[in-house]
């Protein structure tokens, strides 16, 4: 038997580089546009992950974490009694200033009976102010330049309809870290409504006792 000798062993760190001279990494060197390119889009691909594990198809995952948020800052606001104001278009609506923070939390009820919390925080309307307080000058000058605007006459605009049907929010509760249960009564009647906190959604409502016991 020949003897060929020992052979020589492996390791990874001295493997061959791919057959035209260039390791991946050395990919972000030749095309910085590319490297830079592929890292932004991270993030991107992060939020889209988010929000097919949490099931968010109407908002990003960064909006549903604002609602979620807005709940838990005004938590004792958007227990407050409410009526609904019918508009023209048959949507109802109903909306409440919280004292404690200044936000706005509005009730929204479609014509198919489908209900949506929403949430207007103030210190993100002062921001965004504040970001476009280097345009007022320009928008003044463009102000003063364009045709005078007529203001619509009040028979030209939509009549609102209030409808006095006072609900009160008899107890509140966080089911999970997403969802809270609302125990609402109209009338002599009440119900159990579940919320999800990322969408604001109504997500079921069901019969219930007119206890305090969510």
């Known amino acids: 038997m020949t003897d060929q000798g020992p052979v020589a062993e492996q390791h990874p760190e001295t493997a061959k580089p791919a057959p035209n001279g260039t390791r991946w990494w050395q990919w972000f060197f030749l095309y910085p546009a590319f490297g830079v390119a592929l890292l932004s889009a991270v993030p991107n691909w992060t939020d889209r992950i988010r ?18 948020a807005f709940m838990q800052r005004n938590w004792q606001c958007t227990q407050s009694p409410h009526v609904w104001i019918e508009t023209a278009d048959q949507t109802s609506v109903d909306g409440t200033i919280c004292p404690r923070t200044g936000d706005v939390f509005l009730r929204i009820m479609s014509s198919d009976d489908r209900v949506f919390l929403k949430g207007i925080s103030i210190a993100g309307l002062v921001q965004q102010d504040e970001e476009r307080s280097n345009l007022s ?3 003044a000058a463009h102000a003063a330049t364009s045709p005078e605007r007529v203001s619509p006459s009040v028979d030209s605009m939509p009549q609102v309809i209030p409808v006095q049907q006072l609900a009160v929010t008899i107890c509140q509760k966080w089911i999970d870290d997403r969802m809270f249960r609302k125990r609402v009564q109209v009338g ?23 206890v305090a016991n969510c």
């Open 51 to 68: 929000e097919i594990y949490y099931d968010i198809s109407n908002t990003s995952y960064d909006e549903a974490r604002e609602l979620q």
């Open 137 to 139: 000058l320009v928008g």
């Open 188 to 210: 002599g009647q009440c119900f159990d409504e579940v919320f999800d906190s990322f969408t604001g959604a109504r997500v079921s409502q069901t019969p219930a006792p007119c």
